[in-house]
């Protein structure tokens, strides 16, 4: 049984720690809060919040979870689940961060626990901005990773990722995702500028 706790208020305020701001993104009726690796679901019509557990996958052996990170939130319509993507970092004291283990795990909001997912492609990817868009059931990211800029999504349902192909297009560490006119677009910001003579 999941244990949701109310919040007293007007208005419910996130607050920032440490300088860092935090984020919320959210997905049909719930918004997802992530700040530091710690996040809380908010259901904004009950004002009500859930922490889940922190950690219930076990890790690779000698190991400790390093930077567990919420890299997606969506909703599963096959299930009628809220379902919660991180990527975990193990240190293994052994080499450079770069080549440290890593895991994706998955929470679910109906069985309140985590699981490890495994895939056949390779997702050790940096997301620019830890940005995602949610659209019908699928998260998507633009993700950056030994030079190369890829469009990676997750569909919910089955739990899978794929590749996107994208359009040719001159993409950025600027560039971002979003939803425009229904459409999955990719925005694209120049540092380019124009003077004007007098």
Same mark, same amino acid.
């Given at each position: ?36 690796? /710690? ?14 557990? =922190? ?24 299930? /009628? ?10 240190? /293994? ?54 030079? /190369? ?16 192909? =994208? ?20 925005? =694209?910001?120049?540092?380019?500028? =124009?003077?004007?003579?007098?």
């Amino acid at each position: 049984m999941l244990h949701w706790r109310a919040r007293v208020g007007e208005t419910h305020g996130f607050r920032a720690s440490r300088g860092v701001a935090p984020w919320i993104i959210s997905a049909k009726d719930l918004c997802l809060y992530d700040h530091n690796a /710690n996040f809380e679901f908010w259901n904004p019509a009950t004002r009500e919040l859930k922490s889940p557990p =922190m950690f219930s996958v076990q890790h690779p052996p000698d190991s400790k979870p390093h930077i567990p990170r919420v890299v997606g939130f969506g909703f599963d319509q096959k299930t /009628n689940d809220y379902k919660v993507l991180r990527s975990v970092v193990y240190n /293994n004291h052994t080499s450079s961060c770069y080549s440290w283990p890593y895991q994706i795990e998955l929470y679910s909001l109906k069985s309140d626990s985590w699981r490890e997912i495994h895939t056949k492609v390779d997702i050790h990817f940096f997301i620019l901005y830890f940005d995602q868009v949610y659209k019908d059931g699928v998260c998507y990211w633009l993700t950056y990773w030994e030079g /190369n800029f890829t469009l990676m999504s997750l569909c919910m349902a089955e739990e899978t990722f794929q590749e996107v192909p =994208m359009p040719d297009i001159y993409v950025t560490h600027l560039s971002r995702l979003s939803i425009f006119s229904g459409f999955l677009s990719v925005i =694209m910001c120049s540092k380019d500028y =124009m003077a004007l003579d007098d």
